[in-house]
């Protein structure tokens, strides 16, 4: 939720996001001199990269990207949501803030917006339209309306400028991303930067998530453990999405819900992930818990957000179909030969840490093929944490790492971050049974 607090103009112009970029990279320029200089008084020889890495560099980034929105902060939400091989948790916890907070349009400039798409007497079209938003993102704000014939809605509202903004953002978080060395010098990621700025452009795109909206309501017309908010067509522009109100609480409310409301609204996200995988082919990528809201009274989960759907390439679900059946099987080379296919595994890292991942995966399949009452527990961290800490030498040689296809880490990023909500409602999901259907 964002308050009024928080109202700050987005800047629109490139010069304008530039400096603001400009803003980010000084910062941390002062602050690595200053822990340079702390540290070298301690005795210390630090690493450029400690130098940059630090909390209070990344709090001063997450904050400036809050306030810039668009591309450069949505690229602070997706580096949040990598695993923490790749960031030391306490800078995962400052970046995961723009997961759900982030600066709102003051009222001039929402008023300017909606004037621009409706016309300057748009508010005759409604009983009440709430200036201060109910919640805020990368992208644009949301606002609580009622029409003039007492239907309530919620409205998406673009941040002006954003769409026009997003191809230097990405090549200025690029030019930040080399800066940082947070990406080892063999791998290329320009591919993916650039499926990263083509999916940032259909996210901005809100004539195109109002098909997918309907796209998905007629594939899960039957399917009762879900809610669709409906699109409102005659008020519908490339830049405001108006929708039909869906109540529900936020999804991490769940915590402390019991553990069968927990398991259940796990169980229902994941077979849904699955059916985009291998049956839709299509796919919500973005996991953001905000794009979902949960129903306390009969248990249904509330789909919101509908703009980073993209399609699934045959090829990519034969190849997470060939790596369920590796795992069904219980082949532990199976498995890895296709996590190398995938390109989650690098054939250096293969070969070297041999027996290592040899007794990684033994740990996983035994997990998965053997739990009680065929339920894989995510609140059980002691097997977890074994997994996770012989991993760690898998990624302490950065010279390594490989990255898969872009369309394979889009994809990716959706089941990882459903991963990550299932350990934080330590649910318990029956996979062997979800996923033999597809292996």
């Known amino acids: 939720m964002s308050g009024p607090d928080r109202a700050r103009k987005v800047p629109g112009t490139r010069l304008g996001r530039l400096a603001a970029l400009g803003q980010i990279a000084g910062g941390i320029a002062v602050g690595m001199a200053a822990e340079g200089a702390s540290r070298l008084a301690r005795g210390e020889r630090p690493h450029l990269r400690d130098l940059i890495l630090t909390p209070s560099n990344a709090r001063k980034t997450a904050e400036q990207l809050s306030r810039m929105r668009g591309a450069a902060m949505k690229l602070g939400q997706m580096i949040s949501l990598e695993p923490d091989e790749l960031l030391p948790p306490e800078i995962q916890a400052i970046f995961a803030q723009l997961r759900n907070s982030a600066h709102t349009m003051p009222a001039h400039q929402l008023v300017a917006t909606l004037a621009r798409g409706w016309g300057h007497d748009w508010r005759q079209r409604f009983?009440?339209?709430?200036?201060?938003?109910?919640?805020?993102?990368?992208i644009g704000q949301v606002h609580r309306a009622v029409l003039a014939d007492g239907r309530p809605l919620a409205v998406k509202v673009q941040f002006p400028g954003i769409a026009a903004s997003i191809d230097s953002d990405i090549?200025?978080?690029?030019?930040?991303?080399?800066?940082t060395s947070f990406v080892p010098p063999q791998l290329d990621i320009t591919p993916h930067l650039r499926e990263a700025e083509r999916q940032l452009h259909e996210e901005a795109d809100y004539l195109r998530e109002a098909e997918q909206m309907r796209a998905f309501a007629a594939l899960l017309q039957n399917d009762s453990r879900f809610v669709m908010p409906t699109p409102i067509d005659d008020l519908l522009t490339p830049n405001i999405l108006p929708m039909s109100f869906a109540?529900?609480?936020?999804?991490?409310?769940?915590?402390s819900a019991s553990q069968d409301a927990r398991d259940r609204a796990m169980t229902a996200l994941a077979d849904l992930t699955l059916k985009e995988l291998f049956v839709f082919g299509r796919m919500q990528t973005d996991p953001n818990f905000a794009n979902y809201l949960w129903r306390p009274e009969d248990g249904r989960i509330v789909l919101l957000d509908f703009g980073a759907v993209r399609p699934v390439a045959p090829e990519s679900a034969a190849s997470y179909r060939r790596l369920l059946h590796a795992a069904m099987q219980g082949e532990v080379r199976a498995v890895r030969d296709a996590l190398r296919h995938l390109g989650f595994l690098s054939p250096a890292q293969d070969r070297v840490h041999d027996a290592l991942l040899a007794s990684i995966v033994g740990i996983a399949l035994e997990q998965f093929l053997h739990a009680p009452?065929?339920?894989?527990?995510?609140?059980?961290?002691?097997?977890?944490?074994?997994?996770?800490?012989?991993?760690?030498?898998?990624?302490?040689?950065?010279?390594?790492?490989?990255?898969?296809?872009?369309?394979?880490?889009?994809?990716?990023?959706?089941?990882?971050g459903l991963a990550l909500l299932a350990v934080k409602l330590q649910a318990r999901l029956p996979l062997p049974a979800l996923l033999r259907a597809y292996a």
């Open 247 to 255: 109540e529900g609480r936020p999804l991490e409310t769940l915590a």
């Open 171 to 179: 090549n200025n978080v690029a030019t930040l991303l080399r800066m």
């Open 373 to 416: 009452n065929g339920l894989v527990d995510f609140g059980d961290r002691g097997a977890l944490a074994d997994a996770r800490e012989r991993a760690l030498p898998l990624f302490s040689d950065r010279s390594m790492l490989s990255l898969p296809a872009p369309d394979l880490l889009f994809l990716q990023r959706k089941i990882g």
């Open 127 to 138: 009983q009440t339209f709430d200036m201060k938003p109910m919640a805020a993102a990368s």
